[in-house]
């Protein structure tokens, strides 16, 4: 991901997870003839995911660590490559590039840390990255870099009372525009989130990306300091929105630097991965939808990979770091 591959040591970078983030966004576009997956009118053949799939599992260590399960790795490296087309495509836009240069010197300081390239290929293969793949890797983590500066994204404050129906929603909106002073009071006596509830409601002050799609989309558009409605999977929330200010994703990198713990860089790498993976599926939707094909899975939205066809709207997802995890407001992930 985003915060695994830009903010830890260059040896990390190289041998951590090989899926780079990527967006949530319902699948539109058509899959063409012969493709896994398209990403607009890019196709991506099954010879290329049949071939990746057999390196990632050459590597013994990795191979027994999966089972038999050979679809899951499937569904893996898929997500991996619909990540690459996007971010392929991000770098377009941002006219930006990564020269055999640069790729160089990061494999060879990554290649210093580890001890040998011997060492690097080894630990690289049993963390599902083929020796071959290890240069292509380390062009998408640097096409990641230079994007960090160029992403921007809504920073708010945020309140809400939840309850269940738009109705109630309604009723209440209308007490706390007739009196702002109420709303901390009906939080604590109505919402049904049981984390904000106590605080009056207030969700403090996070990127947006971090919360579900509706609520992030709802207080991006909103005026600051109006109050609104607006309903998702888990009710309906009248929401005020305090101040909304803009951050970089580089700047949420250089403040993850900082983290003093395990615990709060976890928690920075969620935030990073949530900002980017709004990014891309903006990226994604002007490029035409993501679409998979079916023999492979589907591409869920709120997982932002591809997932088993059966049972994908049973998969929970992670909640997100901006309210506490069981809060309702808590994003899965955006997109």
């Known amino acids: 991901m985003l915060g695994a591959t830009r903010r830890t040591s260059r040896l990390a970078a190289a041998v951590g997870a090989a899926t780079v983030t990527a967006l949530g966004l319902s699948a539109c576009a058509p899959v063409h003839a012969g493709a896994a997956?398209?990403?607009?009118?890019?196709?991506?053949?099954?010879?290329q995911l049949k071939a990746l799939v057999q390196r990632t599992l050459a590597d013994k260590t990795f191979a027994a660590n999966q089972g038999s399960d050979v679809s899951a790795v499937q569904r893996q490296e898929l997500t991996s490559l619909v990540s690459h087309k996007l971010l392929s495509l991000a770098a377009v836009q941002e006219r930006i590039s990564v020269s055999e240069g640069e790729i160089g010197n990061e494999l060879a300081?990554?290649?210093?840390?580890?001890?040998?390239?011997?060492k690097l290929e080894t630990d690289a293969a049993q963390n599902g990255i083929a020796?071959?793949?290890i240069h292509d890797y380390l062009y998408y983590v640097l096409l990641e870099q230079k994007l960090a500066p160029k992403i921007t994204t809504p920073v708010v404050h945020t309140a809400h009372i939840l309850v269940k129906d738009k109705a109630t929603a309604e009723k209440i909106?209308?007490?706390v525009q007739s009196d702002p002073s109420q709303f901390a009071a009906i939080a604590k006596a109505q919402s049904i989130d049981t984390q904000s509830a106590p605080n009056g409601g207030d969700l403090g002050t996070v990127p947006s990306a971090q919360f579900v799609t509706q609520f992030a989309d709802a207080v991006d558009a909103a005026k600051v300091g109006s109050y609104f409605v607006v309903q998702s999977q888990f009710?309906?929330?009248?929401?005020?929105?305090?101040?909304?200010?803009?951050t970089t994703l580089q700047d949420l990198d250089a403040q993850a630097q900082q983290a003093t713990d395990q615990t709060s860089q976890q928690q920075a790498q969620q935030v990073e991965s949530a900002v980017f993976t709004r990014y891309l599926a903006k990226v994604a939707k002007k490029a035409g939808g993501v679409s998979v094909n079916p023999r492979y899975g589907t591409w869920n939205a709120e997982q932002a990979s591809v997932v088993?066809?059966?049972?994908?709207?049973?998969?929970?997802?992670?909640?997100g770091p901006g309210a506490?995890?069981?809060s309702p407001a808590s994003a899965a992930s955006s997109g």
């Open 131 to 133: 020796p071959t793949d």
């Open 235 to 246: 009710g309906w929330h009248v929401v005020h929105l305090i101040s909304r200010t803009t």
């Open 37 to 47: 997956a398209t990403v607009g009118n890019d196709r991506i053949t099954v010879g």
């Open 308 to 319: 088993a066809s059966t049972g994908s709207l049973a998969s929970p997802a992670p909640a």
């Open 173 to 175: 909106l209308g007490q």
């Open 324 to 326: 506490p995890a069981s």
């Open 109 to 118: 300081a990554v290649e210093k840390q580890e001890g040998s390239k011997e």
